[in-house]
């Protein structure tokens, strides 16, 4: 059953250093979103990624976040400059034309 | 008001029972709404979505919606131990369909 992946599974990093994750979503799904959730907090939307361009953002989404979809199958984030807040997990998902969104197993990011 | 509001539990059910999650959302024009399964340290876990007013079954799970009250509950017939986890509650939103979540509640089966 395809599967959304992500890379890598757990990023340690000092504050201020920037950091890419990376997401596979499923190969014939359209939509690409990226989600975070601190620990012991609930699953809060980050921005959202259709045709090429961000169609969502949140307000958490601020100048310190991009995404990107580089090629045909990756799907990343990134964080230029990471604050000690930006600790979190971090998933993507995607979906196809139903509503239905498939999440990834994550990366757990910390920030030193 | 919480967008989308859950009791935190624990829930605490025996083997066997039947367990009952219940949610509440603020926005009435919402029209998905998605229960997402979640172990300790792991992703959300789709396992049931619902669109209409009414029921929807699937194996053990039933989920409810009444758009009236706004409310969406899920019902785990046959609890068994590996149900144990942390039951989210999502309402799409937007042209975008961007997920909000509840806090989640955890559910504990006891064998």
């Known amino acids: 059953e395809p599967e959304v992946t992500q890379t890598p599974s757990h990023q340690v990093t000092q504050m201020g250093q920037e950091v890419i994750l990376r997401c596979v979503p499923i190969s014939n799904h359209l939509y690409f979103y990226w989600y975070r959730q601190i620990l012991g907090q609930k699953v809060e939307f980050l921005v959202s990624?259709?045709?090429?361009?961000?169609?969502?953002k949140s307000e958490i989404f601020d100048d310190q976040f991009s995404v990107e979809r580089p090629d045909g199958s990756n799907f990343t984030l990134k964080i230029r400059s990471t604050k000690l807040e930006d600790s979190a997990m971090y998933f993507c998902?995607?979906?196809?034309?139903?509503?239905?969104?498939?999440f990834g197993p994550g990366t757990r990011l910390t920030v030193l | 008001q919480k967008e989308v509001e859950q009791n935190s539990g624990p829930l605490s059910v025996p083997e066997g029972a039947i367990a009952s999650l219940n949610c509440t959302y603020s926005d009435r024009g919402s029209q998905s709404f998605f229960w997402y399964r979640q172990y300790s340290g792991k992703s959300p876990e789709l396992i049931m979505f619902?669109?209409?007013?009414g029921d929807k079954e699937d194996g053990r799970f039933t989920a409810q919606l009444n758009k009236a009250s706004q409310y969406v509950s899920l019902l785990i017939r046959d609890s068994q131990p590996s149900d144990s986890a942390t039951y989210l509650c999502?309402?799409?939103?937007?042209?975008?369909?961007?997920?909000?979540f509840g806090t989640g509640t955890l559910l504990a089966v006891q064998p």
């Open positions: 619902i669109y209409s007013n």
């Open positions: 990624f259709y045709n090429n361009e961000i169609s969502e």
């Open positions: 998902a995607s979906s196809g034309w139903g509503n239905e969104q498939f």
């Open positions: 999502a309402v799409n939103r937007g042209a975008t369909n961007k997920l909000i």
